[in-house]
DNA sequence: CCAGCCGTTCCGATATACGGAACGACGCTT
DNA sequence: AAGCGTCGTTCCGTATATCGGAACGGCTGG
């Protein structure tokens, strides 16, 4: 690590980035500007990557996109997701019983990715995506991700990370939200009500591994007209219920909790 | 294309695509002698690419495995294929009519990749997994994609690809196989008894995009026992018009066929 | 307690990847 | 119709980034 990256590397990774805003298609030049690359660079990029099968070409407008080995190796890492696996008959069952779309996050850096989800049935429902990232400080998933993550990732994202505005009830005090935290940990469970985006609220609780320690996070987002309908409480126990479900069929047992030191 | 491809990139592909293999995780001297690079150039494109997301370490075991970037890519890869939205109901309707698996896959290199599937409800049932790659050459899926391909693609693939014999049955001659591939071509759907595993019947029709370019093919797979009991003109008949159901959502009219020239 | 493996670091020689400029093709505007 | 802008592609020389080999410390199992 302490090591200077590859820059070659470095650029091909950002190159692939650069379709996460899920444009159909790039073009040379385009890509140059958003990288600052020259365009000579950026074609040997695309032409290596085509070889791969990384990405390839679209044969009328010439620019590229990215190939199926991508999403091969997409597909691969899904399946060591065992969530999908434990999740999968959970999430059916917790959108049964609330009616709301249902997730399953995953922390990575600053963001939460939704490694699975199933839709409201409602007209009026949250549009989720799987492989979409959202904060950690302005979202239910997020809150529960970093109030049990280890106390130096914990201190390092509180200390590094810019607490962007959403709305005017967004967490952006560092201070503010380390308090947030402390109280998801000790009661189990997170929400977040018009903080990332007016009108929208969501409610999480953590997903255990074998070896107890908080991998995932399984939760609900709604309208928040319909959230208020629902009694909070009985609302939050139905979701930790639910994270304790697929807890379980990950391997980890509530009675014999393995002590983790968080060194 | 005449460029050499970028030595270090081409490496960090390969790295990737070694994870395919849908082992948990990996080493470094391990992945050292699989890709015979150094074990130092091997673990600075492990920290690189840890450093863009697109692996992560095992902090436990030391290995490393991909990360949820390459999660996110490939969700974002199945965006782009309409497909996805496309065939699902088609897929459903499908597997309720026939009962068996049903897959929809797309050509990629000598292989073909399934990209959507609903599995059987019978017990004995043929397993399949999307991002999965199979060969052209015993499937009635790369029958199909390779029989509608532009006939230079195929005749540089009879010329190049090493037809594998997987059971007695696989077709190995190239000539024999142009001939199996015209007939599909003729008659609209390829069928594959016994030529991948013996046991194993599959049937496939064509998908076209809005152009009437056949982007992937969609069929069903099934033990040979109860593909047996089903007439095969009729079953094929059934699939045949899966496929334009597809076609149809995917903007192509049979009416107005676009005629693809063949350089 | 040692032997062998692991992941990691350092270093010097050389191959390599970069930017800049030029090319042919295409599409739009004038 | 002609011209201008942009596209993707190719070529080239130089600076430097990348590779393999060797050495290190930690871990595990014999």
């Known amino acids: 690590m302490t090591d200077a990256p590859l820059q070659t590397v470095t650029n091909a990774a950002r190159l692939l980035k650069a379709f996460l805003t899920r444009e159909e298609s790039l073009g040379v030049s385009e890509l140059s500007r958003r990288l600052g690359l020259g365009k000579s660079a950026v074609h040997r990029l695309l032409t290596t990557l085509a070889a791969e099968g990384l990405v390839e070409q679209d044969l009328h407008t010439g620019g590229y996109r990215l190939g199926l080995v991508v999403f091969e190796l997409g597909e691969a890492v899904r399946v060591h997701m065992d969530l999908h696996a434990a999740a999968g008959s959970v999430l059916a069952h917790l959108r049964e ?74 967490l952006t005090d560092p201070g503010e939200l380390r308090r947030a935290l402390a109280t998801v940990r000790a009661r189990g469970w997170a929400d ?34 319909r959230f208020r309908a629902i009694p909070r409480k009985r609302l939050a126990r139905t979701i930790v219920e639910a994270g304790e479900a697929v807890s379980r069929r990950l391997g980890w047992s509530e009675e014999a909790p393995v002590l983790e030191k968080e060194s």
Do not use: W
């Open 192 to 225: 977040a009500v018009d903080e990332r985006e007016i009108g929208v609220a969501s409610l999480a609780a953590p997903i255990r591994n074998a070896h107890g320690v908080v991998v995932a996070a399984i939760g609900i987002g709604a309208p928040v007209s």
């Open 97 to 170: 019983e609330t009616g709301e779309s249902t997730q399953v996050g995953m922390l990575d850096g600053h963001d939460v990715v939704y490694v699975d989800r199933l839709e409201s049935s409602h007209a009026l429902r949250l549009f989720t995506e799987t492989g979409r990232r959202v904060p950690v400080h302005c979202t239910s998933s997020g809150k529960v991700l970093m109030a049990f993550a280890p106390e130096p990732v914990r201190e390092r994202y509180l200390a590094t990370a810019t607490l962007a505005r959403h709305t005017p009830h967004t």
